[in-house]
């Protein structure tokens, strides 16, 4: 490791969960012990196993005498677990840190050990339950979907839903013809009929009530309105047991009866926004109905309060997708209705249903969407409808709508993360770059240090500027005592928004956001668009102001 004692210092101040594993082992650990601990790390998704350091915080390290031998170690491991665990030893001031570096199981694949699959519960490690042996193994299973469903018949879709998707996917795709072809072939076409069987996405898409009441109880979606967040009966609930093609357009409406319309003014600028979008809401009632797990036995829940409006769906993320990587990774549970979904254009089979919520509450100057009640059992959304700023409303407004356009999700999450005073994480600094005439002149110097966090100052650009973006006054009224001192300012480099040589306080340092984003040309051009136009137009981003310094 380049630099092994700050790595060290992370890990003894990481907090102890199924990835890290830190044991003092001043003088040996056992063997067995060791294997138990490298197979539940693996089983929990990899991980790190540390010794030499005090288990209890404030952790120190204290040194390790274990494994002297770690080669032999690391071959005793993998003829164990057939995995390839590395081990490696540095020599802290403290004394000796052994660490194992522990891969992820294979997709599918729980890792056994003495009869036992290990996994950590706590302090401890216990066998794993029934119920997460069982993810683990559906992991790599079928598209439950596709799968047929032996004893129901074409009598069991109703007319009107099939009638409907095949409107919609002539709509979609212009093929005329499918307006001319029996049912059985269309149905076989759009693969929800194998060798003339229904498919289980064939009867959630298009199955009447009683054959879903018999065959699938669980595919209905439930509906509540809830003025308050009281217990008790909801005021209004509807559970839609039927044809998804057919119930979706009726939610939507039905949640329209109390989306009110938020009004604002400024100058001769008027905004009239609805608190729920349409495009958002009705791209996360399909996430829900497309990627919920079939094989549990709730509902799919929407409960509409007067400014929140959550959907909960069955089933956790697949493995590898988690609420803080949801928009760049993405994994169809259901690929077949997923197929239906797109051959409609109801949804995007490369998946950008989560990018449009995400830029669709952007625009509209809204809370991100909020995953924070999702676990291993169920995803849990929440779109929240207040209009945080009106003068986020204005700047877009400048921008105008085609310029707008152009725009990725990347760049919108980043005009939004510098507007609302928030670090950029790491995911966004290289997302979506490819080489350009930065990497042909090297690297930009080092003044960032890559992380996650707030922007700290190591260093100076020794470069002319071409644009700078700076703290404005109007940062005062939230925080009346960095008025007056010196802003931060953030230099457009080589391609790269880096911090320019500017005077920089401790407290600008803290209120301030990484804009080290490697950009390729096209990315940098429309950012660049956008920061040339704020000073003319003389538009403040609610807290931070944008102005050019040639």
């Not at 290289?430 to 922007?455: I, L, M, N, V």
């Not at 404005?472 to 480099?493: E, F, H, L, M, V």
């Amino acid at each position: 490791m380049a630099d092994s004692s700050e790595q060290i210092k992370e890990w003894l101040t990481a907090k102890e969960d199924e990835h890290l594993e830190v044991k003092e082992a001043k003088n040996s650990f056992e063997f067995e012990d060791l294997v138990k601990y490298c197979a539940a790390l693996a089983n929990e998704g990899g991980g790190h196993m540390i010794l030499g350091a005090t288990d209890r915080p404030p952790r120190r390290v204290v040194g390790s005498q274990a494994f002297g031998d770690l080669e032999r170690t690391k071959a005793g491991l993998v003829e164990r677990l057939h995995l390839r665990i590395e081990a490696a030893e540095f020599h802290h001031p403290g004394g000796r840190v052994v660490v194992f570096t522990v891969p992820s199981r294979p997709l599918g694949v729980p890792i056994q050990y003495r009869g036992a699959y290990w996994m950590r519960a706590g302090q401890d490690l216990v066998p794993m339950t029934s119920d997460t042996l069982r993810r683990i193994f559906e992991e790599t299973g079928p598209d439950f979907s596709a799968e047929i469903r032996s004893k129901a018949s074409i009598d069991d879709l109703d007319s009107g839903a099939i009638e409907r998707f095949r409107t919609l996917w002539r709509r979609k795709s212009g093929i005329e013809t499918l307006d001319r072809v029996s049912v059985r072939q269309l149905l076989a076409d759009a693969e929800l009929l194998i060798d003339g069987q229904i498919t289980y996405a064939a009867l959630i898409l298009l199955g009447t009530r009683e054959a879903l009441g018999k065959y699938l109880g669980q595919a209905e979606v439930v509906f509540e309105y809830r003025s308050s967040e009281a217990s008790g009966p909801a005021q209004h609930r509807v559970e839609y047991r039927t044809a998804a093609i057919s119930f979706l357009e009726d939610i939507w409406n039905t949640i329209s009866l109390r989306n009110d319309i938020q009004h604002f003014q400024d100058g001769l600028f008027i905004w009239d926004i609805p608190t729920f979008s349409e495009a958002a809401t009705r791209e996360a009632i399909l996430n829900a109905v497309a990627h919920r797990d079939y094989r549990r036995v709730e509902s799919v829940f929407i409960r509409q309060y007067p400014r929140r409006l959550e959907i909960v769906s069955p089933g956790g993320f697949l493995p590898g997708i988690t609420p803080e990587n949801f928009l760049w990774k993405q994994a169809p549970r259901n690929r077949r209705i997923a197929e239906a979904f797109a051959k409609c254009g109801l949804v995007e089979r490369a998946g950008q249903g989560a990018n449009r919520m995400l830029e669709e509450c952007i625009k509209e100057s809204k809370p991100l969407p909020d995953l924070s009640g999702t676990d291993e059992y169920q995803v849990a959304l929440a779109l929240r409808g207040e209009v945080q700023e009106p003068g986020f409303l204005r700047f877009l407004e400048k921008i105008g709508r085609e310029r707008l356009a152009e725009f990725t999700t990347m760049d919108l999450l980043v005009i939004d993360l510098v507007h609302r005073e928030q670090a950029v994480p790491e995911v966004l600094l290289y997302a979506q770059t490819r080489p350009g005439p930065r990497d042909k002149q090297g690297p930009a110097p080092e003044t960032h240090r890559r992380q996650s966090r707030r922007w700290k100052p190591t260093g100076r650009v020794d470069a002319s500027p071409s644009v700078a973006v700076t703290k404005a006054d109007s940062i005062a009224p939230r925080d009346p005592q960095n008025r007056g001192k010196s802003a931060p300012c953030w230099t457009y480099y080589q391609q790269s928004l880096v911090p320019g040589p500017a005077t920089v306080s401790s407290s600008d340092a803290r209120l301030s956001a990484s804009w080290m984003m490697h950009y390729n040309s096209t990315r940098c051009n429309r950012i660049q668009s956008v920061l040339g136009l704020l000073p003319k137009q003389g538009v403040d981003l609610g807290c931070t102001a944008i102005t050019g310094c040639n």
